[in-house]
Protein backbone atom coordinates (compact mmCIF):
# COMPACT_ATOMS: atom_id res chain seq x y z
CA UNK A 1 0.00 0.00 0.00
CA UNK A 2 2.84 2.73 1.28
CA UNK A 3 5.01 1.97 -2.43
CA UNK A 4 1.35 2.61 -4.23
CA UNK A 5 1.14 6.05 -3.30
CA UNK A 6 4.89 6.84 -2.60
CA UNK A 7 5.15 5.83 -6.66
CA UNK A 8 2.64 8.73 -8.35
CA UNK A 9 3.87 11.39 -6.16
CA UNK A 10 7.70 11.05 -7.60
CA UNK A 11 5.73 10.80 -11.10
CA UNK A 12 4.80 14.05 -10.52
CA UNK A 13 7.85 15.47 -9.02
CA UNK A 14 10.01 14.37 -11.85
CA UNK A 15 7.14 15.40 -14.23
CA UNK A 16 7.34 19.00 -12.87
CA UNK A 17 11.10 18.70 -13.25
CA UNK A 18 10.75 18.18 -16.80
CA UNK A 19 8.57 20.64 -17.50
CA UNK A 20 10.38 23.56 -15.61
CA UNK A 21 13.58 22.35 -17.56
CA UNK A 22 12.05 23.23 -20.76
CA UNK A 23 10.28 26.17 -20.22
CA UNK A 24 13.51 27.52 -18.60
CA UNK A 25 15.57 26.48 -21.45
CA UNK A 26 13.00 27.56 -24.15
CA UNK A 27 12.77 30.64 -21.96
CA UNK A 28 16.71 31.86 -22.75
CA UNK A 29 17.09 30.16 -25.97
CA UNK A 30 17.84 32.64 -28.26
CA UNK A 31 18.47 35.15 -26.44
CA UNK A 32 22.09 35.27 -27.22
CA UNK A 33 22.16 34.89 -30.98
CA UNK A 34 25.46 32.64 -32.26
CA UNK A 35 26.53 36.01 -34.08
CA UNK A 36 26.64 37.51 -30.93
CA UNK A 37 29.32 35.16 -30.15
CA UNK A 38 31.11 35.06 -34.08
CA UNK A 39 31.22 39.03 -33.77
CA UNK A 40 31.90 39.43 -29.93
CA UNK A 41 32.83 42.48 -28.96
CA UNK A 42 32.47 43.97 -25.39
CA UNK A 43 29.40 46.09 -26.15
CA UNK A 44 27.22 47.57 -28.97
CA UNK A 45 27.35 51.22 -28.27
CA UNK A 46 23.25 52.64 -28.84
CA UNK A 47 23.13 55.72 -27.67
CA UNK A 48 25.20 58.08 -29.96
CA UNK A 49 28.99 58.37 -28.84
CA UNK A 50 29.16 61.43 -26.88
CA UNK A 51 32.85 62.93 -27.35
CA UNK A 52 34.30 65.86 -24.79
CA UNK A 53 36.38 68.04 -27.57
CA UNK A 54 35.09 71.08 -26.33
CA UNK A 55 36.74 70.46 -22.81
CA UNK A 56 39.78 70.10 -21.23
CA UNK A 57 40.24 66.54 -19.59
CA UNK A 58 40.50 66.43 -15.76
CA UNK A 59 43.68 66.08 -14.95
CA UNK A 60 46.59 64.06 -16.06
CA UNK A 61 46.11 62.19 -19.70
CA UNK A 62 46.88 58.42 -17.93
CA UNK A 63 44.86 58.62 -15.27
CA UNK A 64 41.71 59.21 -17.95
CA UNK A 65 39.13 55.99 -18.18
CA UNK A 66 40.03 55.33 -21.78
CA UNK A 67 43.19 53.36 -20.90
CA UNK A 68 41.13 51.01 -19.52
CA UNK A 69 39.37 50.32 -22.75
CA UNK A 70 38.49 46.33 -22.78
CA UNK A 71 39.60 44.05 -25.66
CA UNK A 72 37.34 40.83 -26.50
CA UNK A 73 38.45 37.47 -25.17
CA UNK A 74 39.54 36.06 -28.86
CA UNK A 75 42.01 38.88 -28.86
CA UNK A 76 43.49 38.72 -25.16
CA UNK A 77 46.07 35.67 -25.53
CA UNK A 78 49.47 34.95 -27.40
CA UNK A 79 47.60 33.60 -30.05
CA UNK A 80 45.18 36.27 -31.34
CA UNK A 81 42.82 36.46 -34.38
CA UNK A 82 42.39 37.00 -37.79
CA UNK A 83 38.90 37.88 -39.78
CA UNK A 84 37.76 40.80 -42.00
CA UNK A 85 36.04 43.35 -40.37
CA UNK A 86 32.66 44.84 -40.59
CA UNK A 87 32.62 48.14 -42.26
CA UNK A 88 30.70 49.42 -39.27
CA UNK A 89 33.82 48.85 -36.99
CA UNK A 90 36.41 50.65 -38.64
CA UNK A 91 37.15 54.10 -37.02
CA UNK A 92 38.76 56.54 -38.98
CA UNK A 93 39.85 58.82 -36.96
CA UNK A 94 41.82 62.39 -37.01
CA UNK A 95 43.24 63.13 -33.88
CA UNK A 96 44.39 67.45 -34.29
CA UNK A 97 43.91 70.55 -32.44
CA UNK A 98 44.00 71.82 -36.02
CA UNK A 99 47.30 74.01 -35.17
CA UNK A 100 50.63 73.14 -35.55
CA UNK A 101 52.50 73.17 -39.19
CA UNK A 102 49.27 72.77 -40.91
CA UNK A 103 47.90 76.06 -40.38
CA UNK A 104 49.64 77.24 -43.24
CA UNK A 105 46.65 75.67 -45.13
CA UNK A 106 43.45 77.31 -45.18
CA UNK A 107 40.80 75.64 -42.91
CA UNK A 108 42.40 72.32 -43.26
CA UNK A 109 40.98 70.57 -40.17
CA UNK A 110 37.45 71.27 -41.57
CA UNK A 111 37.99 70.65 -44.76
CA UNK A 112 39.73 67.06 -44.38
CA UNK A 113 36.75 66.25 -41.64
CA UNK A 114 34.64 66.66 -43.99
CA UNK A 115 36.19 64.91 -46.74
CA UNK A 116 36.53 62.10 -44.53
CA UNK A 117 32.74 61.92 -43.89
CA UNK A 118 31.77 61.65 -47.10
CA UNK A 119 33.94 58.42 -47.41
CA UNK A 120 33.31 57.22 -43.94
CA UNK A 121 29.33 57.44 -45.22
CA UNK A 122 30.37 56.21 -48.78
CA UNK A 123 31.71 52.86 -47.08
CA UNK A 124 29.83 52.83 -44.02
CA UNK A 125 33.15 53.55 -41.25
CA UNK A 126 33.27 56.08 -38.54
CA UNK A 127 34.83 59.10 -38.74
CA UNK A 128 36.10 60.47 -35.31
CA UNK A 129 37.74 64.16 -34.79
CA UNK A 130 39.05 63.91 -31.18
CA UNK A 131 40.77 66.99 -30.21
CA UNK A 132 44.32 66.59 -28.70
CA UNK A 133 44.81 70.09 -26.94
CA UNK A 134 42.43 68.44 -24.23
CA UNK A 135 44.58 65.85 -22.93
CA UNK A 136 47.45 67.06 -20.43
CA UNK A 137 50.58 65.62 -21.46
CA UNK A 138 52.58 67.38 -18.84
CA UNK A 139 55.76 68.90 -21.20
CA UNK A 140 55.62 66.42 -23.66
CA UNK A 141 55.25 67.34 -27.31
CA UNK A 142 51.71 67.83 -28.38
CA UNK A 143 52.69 65.31 -31.43
CA UNK A 144 52.51 62.75 -28.62
CA UNK A 145 49.07 63.42 -27.88
CA UNK A 146 47.49 61.79 -31.00
CA UNK A 147 48.41 58.56 -28.89
CA UNK A 148 45.51 59.27 -26.19
CA UNK A 149 43.18 60.07 -28.92
CA UNK A 150 43.92 56.55 -29.74
CA UNK A 151 43.16 54.84 -26.54
CA UNK A 152 40.06 57.23 -26.23
CA UNK A 153 38.74 56.63 -29.91
CA UNK A 154 38.79 52.88 -28.82
CA UNK A 155 36.94 53.58 -25.29
CA UNK A 156 34.42 55.95 -26.98
CA UNK A 157 33.41 52.73 -29.64
CA UNK A 158 33.42 49.90 -27.18
CA UNK A 159 32.97 47.74 -31.31
CA UNK A 160 35.33 49.51 -33.30
CA UNK A 161 37.87 46.92 -34.55
CA UNK A 162 40.23 48.90 -35.61
CA UNK A 163 41.28 52.49 -35.67
CA UNK A 164 42.77 54.33 -38.18
CA UNK A 165 44.46 56.99 -37.21
CA UNK A 166 45.08 59.78 -39.96
CA UNK A 167 47.04 62.99 -39.63
CA UNK A 168 45.46 65.91 -40.39
CA UNK A 169 47.50 66.62 -43.60
CA UNK A 170 46.21 64.00 -45.74
CA UNK A 171 43.74 64.14 -48.60
CA UNK A 172 41.88 61.00 -49.42
CA UNK A 173 42.37 60.80 -53.45
CA UNK A 174 40.84 57.54 -54.56
CA UNK A 175 37.14 57.45 -52.49
CA UNK A 176 36.49 53.66 -54.00
CA UNK A 177 38.98 52.40 -51.69
CA UNK A 178 37.84 49.21 -49.91
CA UNK A 179 39.99 49.53 -46.40
CA UNK A 180 38.57 45.99 -45.19
CA UNK A 181 38.97 43.92 -48.42
CA UNK A 182 42.35 45.54 -49.36
CA UNK A 183 44.42 46.56 -46.44
CA UNK A 184 42.65 44.87 -43.10
CA UNK A 185 41.72 41.36 -44.17
CA UNK A 186 43.47 38.64 -43.61
CA UNK A 187 44.57 37.70 -47.03
CA UNK A 188 45.12 41.70 -47.81
CA UNK A 189 48.09 41.01 -44.28
CA UNK A 190 49.14 38.10 -45.55
CA UNK A 191 50.18 38.69 -49.08
CA UNK A 192 51.00 42.70 -48.77
CA UNK A 193 53.09 42.91 -45.40
CA UNK A 194 56.91 43.14 -46.48
CA UNK A 195 58.18 40.40 -45.16
CA UNK A 196 62.80 40.35 -44.10
CA UNK A 197 62.34 44.09 -45.15
CA UNK A 198 65.22 46.41 -43.09
CA UNK A 199 63.70 48.04 -40.40
CA UNK A 200 64.76 52.34 -40.43
CA UNK A 201 66.78 54.32 -38.63
CA UNK A 202 67.60 56.81 -40.31
CA UNK A 203 69.07 55.73 -44.04
CA UNK A 204 69.65 52.58 -44.13
CA UNK A 205 73.12 53.48 -46.78
CA UNK A 206 74.28 55.69 -43.58
CA UNK A 207 72.77 53.61 -40.12
CA UNK A 208 72.15 49.82 -41.20
CA UNK A 209 69.97 48.46 -38.26
CA UNK A 210 70.48 44.96 -39.62
CA UNK A 211 66.69 44.27 -38.07
CA UNK A 212 64.41 43.04 -40.23
CA UNK A 213 60.76 42.51 -40.47
CA UNK A 214 59.79 38.66 -39.92
CA UNK A 215 60.19 36.67 -42.80
CA UNK A 216 57.38 34.49 -41.92
CA UNK A 217 54.40 35.54 -39.64
CA UNK A 218 51.11 34.86 -38.28
CA UNK A 219 48.38 36.90 -39.81
CA UNK A 220 46.67 36.44 -35.98
CA UNK A 221 49.09 38.46 -34.74
CA UNK A 222 49.83 41.40 -36.77
CA UNK A 223 47.95 44.15 -34.44
CA UNK A 224 49.15 47.47 -36.07
CA UNK A 225 49.46 48.13 -39.76
CA UNK A 226 52.04 50.95 -40.70
CA UNK A 227 54.61 52.16 -43.36
CA UNK A 228 57.67 53.00 -43.77
CA UNK A 229 59.49 55.79 -45.84
CA UNK A 230 62.70 56.38 -46.77
CA UNK A 231 64.17 57.13 -43.27
CA UNK A 232 61.48 55.71 -40.56
CA UNK A 233 58.18 53.95 -39.68
CA UNK A 234 55.89 56.70 -40.26
CA UNK A 235 52.74 57.31 -37.91
CA UNK A 236 51.33 59.68 -40.23
CA UNK A 237 48.57 56.68 -41.33
CA UNK A 238 48.80 53.83 -38.92
CA UNK A 239 45.68 51.14 -37.99
CA UNK A 240 45.77 49.88 -34.55
CA UNK A 241 43.51 46.62 -34.00
CA UNK A 242 41.54 46.13 -31.04
CA UNK A 243 43.78 43.86 -28.76
CA UNK A 244 45.47 43.17 -25.87
CA UNK A 245 48.94 43.34 -27.72
CA UNK A 246 47.43 46.79 -29.00
CA UNK A 247 46.72 48.57 -25.91
CA UNK A 248 49.68 47.15 -23.91
CA UNK A 249 51.68 48.73 -26.59
CA UNK A 250 49.79 52.35 -26.31
CA UNK A 251 50.59 52.40 -22.75
CA UNK A 252 54.10 51.13 -23.22
CA UNK A 253 54.95 53.82 -26.23
CA UNK A 254 53.32 56.80 -23.86
CA UNK A 255 55.65 55.31 -21.15
CA UNK A 256 56.44 58.96 -19.47
CA UNK A 257 59.43 57.99 -17.51
CA UNK A 258 60.89 55.64 -19.88
CA UNK A 259 59.93 57.64 -23.34
CA UNK A 260 56.95 59.93 -23.27
CA UNK A 261 59.23 62.29 -20.53
CA UNK A 262 62.53 62.00 -22.76
CA UNK A 263 63.46 63.95 -25.58
CA UNK A 264 62.65 62.28 -28.72
CA UNK A 265 62.77 64.23 -31.78
CA UNK A 266 60.00 62.34 -33.52
CA UNK A 267 57.99 61.74 -30.64
CA UNK A 268 55.57 59.07 -31.22
CA UNK A 269 56.94 57.77 -34.03
CA UNK A 270 60.27 57.60 -32.21
CA UNK A 271 58.28 55.54 -29.76
CA UNK A 272 57.34 53.11 -32.17
CA UNK A 273 60.80 52.34 -33.53
CA UNK A 274 62.42 52.40 -30.85
CA UNK A 275 60.23 49.26 -29.70
CA UNK A 276 60.25 47.66 -32.82
CA UNK A 277 64.23 47.79 -33.12
CA UNK A 278 64.79 46.33 -29.62
CA UNK A 279 61.99 43.84 -29.40
CA UNK A 280 61.32 40.63 -31.42
CA UNK A 281 57.58 40.69 -29.90
CA UNK A 282 56.80 44.16 -31.11
CA UNK A 283 57.94 43.02 -34.72
CA UNK A 284 55.95 40.38 -34.91
CA UNK A 285 52.94 42.28 -33.52
CA UNK A 286 53.67 45.39 -36.13
CA UNK A 287 52.86 44.75 -39.99
CA UNK A 288 55.12 46.94 -42.57
CA UNK A 289 53.11 47.35 -46.04
CA UNK A 290 54.63 49.14 -48.72
CA UNK A 291 54.04 53.04 -48.18
CA UNK A 292 51.87 54.05 -51.12
CA UNK A 293 49.29 51.18 -49.95
CA UNK A 294 48.36 53.93 -47.40
CA UNK A 295 50.71 56.58 -47.06
CA UNK A 296 52.12 58.11 -50.61
CA UNK A 297 53.84 61.28 -49.88
CA UNK A 298 53.13 64.34 -52.25
CA UNK A 299 56.87 64.09 -53.15
CA UNK A 300 58.78 61.18 -54.27
CA UNK A 301 59.84 58.12 -56.85
CA UNK A 302 57.75 55.23 -57.35
CA UNK A 303 57.80 53.60 -53.38
CA UNK A 304 57.00 56.36 -52.13
CA UNK A 305 55.60 59.26 -53.74
CA UNK A 306 51.69 59.97 -55.04
CA UNK A 307 50.44 57.68 -58.38
CA UNK A 308 47.13 57.53 -59.80
CA UNK A 309 44.74 54.97 -57.72
CA UNK A 310 46.50 55.77 -54.58
CA UNK A 311 44.24 55.64 -51.73
CA UNK A 312 45.72 58.94 -50.12
CA UNK A 313 48.22 61.78 -50.11
CA UNK A 314 50.24 62.88 -47.09
CA UNK A 315 51.68 65.88 -47.04
CA UNK A 316 54.84 65.22 -45.03
CA UNK A 317 57.14 67.53 -44.43
CA UNK A 318 55.93 70.08 -46.22
CA UNK A 319 56.19 72.61 -43.87
CA UNK A 320 60.04 72.19 -44.67
CA UNK A 321 60.07 74.23 -47.65
CA UNK A 322 57.02 76.17 -47.02
CA UNK A 323 54.65 74.67 -49.74
CA UNK A 324 51.95 73.22 -48.11
CA UNK A 325 49.32 75.31 -49.06
CA UNK A 326 50.32 75.33 -52.66
CA UNK A 327 50.43 71.51 -52.35
CA UNK A 328 47.47 71.08 -50.91
CA UNK A 329 44.89 72.51 -52.96
CA UNK A 330 46.36 71.19 -56.18
CA UNK A 331 45.19 67.49 -54.98
CA UNK A 332 42.27 68.64 -53.00
CA UNK A 333 41.19 69.63 -56.91
CA UNK A 334 42.70 66.51 -57.66
CA UNK A 335 40.27 64.02 -55.64
CA UNK A 336 38.53 61.46 -56.71
CA UNK A 337 40.17 62.30 -60.63
CA UNK A 338 40.25 58.68 -63.05
CA UNK A 339 42.49 60.90 -65.47
CA UNK A 340 45.81 60.08 -66.23
CA UNK A 341 48.02 62.32 -63.80
CA UNK A 342 50.57 61.32 -61.95
CA UNK A 343 51.26 57.79 -63.51
CA UNK A 344 54.01 54.95 -62.29
CA UNK A 345 57.11 56.27 -64.05
CA UNK A 346 56.93 59.32 -63.61
CA UNK A 347 60.08 61.50 -62.95
C1 LIG B 1 39.93 71.85 -27.85
O1 LIG B 1 40.32 71.72 -26.51
C2 LIG B 1 40.82 72.92 -25.93
C3 LIG B 1 41.29 72.57 -24.54
O2 LIG B 1 40.32 71.92 -23.81
C4 LIG B 1 39.72 73.97 -25.93
O3 LIG B 1 40.22 75.18 -25.40
C5 LIG B 1 39.23 74.20 -27.36
O4 LIG B 1 38.16 75.09 -27.38
C6 LIG B 1 38.82 72.87 -27.98
N1 LIG B 1 38.48 73.09 -29.37
C7 LIG B 1 37.26 72.91 -29.85
C8 LIG B 1 37.08 73.26 -31.31
O5 LIG B 1 36.31 72.48 -29.21
New binding site residues.
Given amino acids: MQAFQVAPRRWIIFGIATVAIFIAFFRFYGDIPYEYYRNYNPGEAIAPVQNN ?4 QPGYFKAQPEWDFDVPPSAKGWKGYAKTPRNKDIVILTAS ?1 GGGHNSQIPDVLKRVLEDRQGYADKHGYTNLWL ?1 T ?2 YDIGDAHRTWSKIPAVSEAFYLYPNAEWIWLIDTDIILMTPEYDLAKDILSPEAIKKGLMRGTPILDGQLKKNPTNIFTPKDFRVEDIDILITQDHQSVNTGSTFFRRTAFTRYLLEIMTDYTLLMGKDHGGAEQDAIKHLMLEHQLVRNHVGIYPQRKFNAYVQGGDNMGYRDGDLLVHFAGCWVTNKCAGWFEEFWNKRGHADPWRPEGRQ
Fill in positions: NDKPDNSR
